[in-house]
């Protein structure tokens, strides 16, 4: 029997590790991981208990020992040691004259490896400023650069819904475009579908498969129908309630349901553009968000 156990290495960051069964573990307590190359320190969040024999996978992390008080004061001096190399980024970024955002730096456990998120607008593998880190640190530097909805994540924050960034805990960042905002009525103002990251808000994939099977069938605004008053536009759809607001031909309003109402074939209106369409948004519909 043994033990998977989510270990936080660093505020956000949870790893999926293994934990022999055999270790006095609980979840708050401090620990040692074991990685390819190097060691990690790390607070467990959860315990887990498997069947079966521990899998011989050296790609995972594995949990090597409980941490002891030394250990924990190595990690807050690695902590330190972790913003002085940020200055030596700062100089490094400023001397090659690259536009790159630092997003996290810091040691592993052993000082053996030294980890560097950043952004940047271009895409760039910045191998001349890890040779120049490595030189001057005496370790090695591993650099990743993060799309903007991993730099979101990493940074955390609240979004307009009141709630904690989605790309916090998302595993994977699905495709957003325009057209699923358009599909579930709410406003093209790029304030309101954006995002903190400056992309498309990924909760408008959330429930994008609801209004596209509600929706089957039912008239588009601007469609001719008849309804119990007569014929008329539609004007607007409430696709959850399953409701249709009609425009009569003697310009009266009525709301019926999608049930009462039967599209009149051959007749069609020209659609008007709603306001907040503007071009720019319009440009923006075929822009497919998925992870930088």
């Not at 909760?203 to 008053?229: D, M, Q, S």
């Amino acid at each position: 029997m043994y033990r998977i156990a989510d270990v936080e290495v660093e505020p956000g960051a949870l790893w999926r590790c293994y934990s022999p069964a055999e270790l006095a573990l609980h979840e708050g307590d401090f620990c040692i991981l074991e990685c390819e190359e190097y060691l990690e320190f790390g607070r467990i969040s959860k315990l887990a208990a498997l069947s079966g024999e521990m899998p011989a996978v050296r790609k995972t992390p594995t949990v090597l020992r409980q941490a002891t008080l030394q250990d924990q004061s190595k990690a807050e001096e690695n902590s330190l040691m972790s913003k002085m190399a940020r200055e030596s980024w700062e100089k490094a970024v400023e001397r090659h004259k690259l536009k790159m955002r630092l997003v996290r730096i810091r040691y592993s456990f052993d000082r053996r490896v030294l980890h560097v998120l950043f952004t940047c607008d271009e895409k760039t593998e910045g191998r001349d400023i890890a040779k120049d880190l490595a030189r001057e640190l005496k370790t090695h530097v591993e650099m990743k650069q993060l799309g903007v909805r991993d730099e979101a994540g990493i940074i955390g924050g609240v979004g307009t819904c009141g709630r904690t960034f989605c790309c916090k805990w998302l595993r994977r960042f699905a495709t957003i475009n325009v057209r699923m905002a358009k599909t579930q009525g709410l406003s093209l103002n790029p304030s309101a579908i954006g995002g903190n990251c400056g992309r498309l808000k990924c909760c408008l994939n959330y429930e994008i498969e609801n209004y596209r099977e509600l929706g089957r069938g039912l008239p588009r605004p601007g469609t001719a129908v008849k309804c119990p008053a007569g014929t008329g536009t539609v004007i607007d759809v409430k696709v959850l309630a399953q409701r249709i607001k009609v425009r009569l031909d003697n310009e009266g309003v009525h709301e019926y349901s999608a049930n009462d109402v039967t599209e009149l074939l051959g007749r069609r209106t020209r659609r008007r553009k709603p306001k907040d369409e503007d071009s720019g948004v319009e440009r923006a519909e075929s822009e497919s968000v998925g992870q930088a």
